[in-house]
């Protein structure tokens, strides 16, 4: 098995108003939790601003990509979301499924603010709450853009199927 960290990580930092982030390598359903909880627990301090940069970021999964619309929504107070550094790939997945109009998307090179950056270490998460987030990740990418459910319909049903199977399992 690859370690999470071996794919890819995310770097953050914040200050009263910003979240900053660097996505490392591949922006992943095994790297995605930690990064998500931090913007919850920034969000609940009042912060609505966050800073993507992707110039180390090698590509983006559909469960990472529905974290990124769960950041810019919030908790119906959405947030400013700018994403920077893209490359050619990520800008056209991050087009393609829709979510481009969720975000400001910087063209050109733009360096993060000179501040030390921290990696985020893994979080305990159960097989159920696993799919449980990948769930309501892929949830929302169909809700911002209905077209899609052509694209992740399957694999809805599926993860719904497996935790249905898994609470009736847990009840009875």
């Not at 107070?77 to 790939?89: A, D, G, K, M, T």
Request: charged share 20%; with cysteine; proline share 3%.
């Amino acid at each position: 098995m690859v370690n999470w960290s071996d794919r890819g990580h995310v770097l953050v930092t914040r200050d009263k108003e910003v979240v900053y982030a660097q996505i490392v390598g591949l922006g992943n359903m095994n790297n995605c939790a930690p990064f998500q909880e931090y913007t919850i627990r920034a969000r609940r301090n009042g912060v609505r601003n966050f800073v993507l940069d992707f110039s180390k970021c090698d590509g983006l999964d559909s469960t990472f990509l529905g974290v990124l619309v769960s950041i810019a929504l919030g908790d119906g107070e959405p947030s400013q979301v700018v994403v920077i550094n893209l490359s050619e790939s990520v800008q056209r997945t991050i087009d393609e499924i829709g979510i481009d109009r969720l975000m400001t998307v910087h063209c050109g090179a733009t360096a993060l603010p000179e501040i030390p950056l921290q990696q985020l270490q893994p979080i305990e998460e159960s097989d159920i709450q696993h799919a449980e987030r990948m769930l309501a990740a892929h949830e929302l990418l169909c809700q911002v853009e209905p077209k899609n459910l052509d694209q992740f319909g399957a694999f809805l049903s599926m993860l719904r199927s497996e935790l249905d199977s898994g609470n009736q399992r847990r009840s009875g």
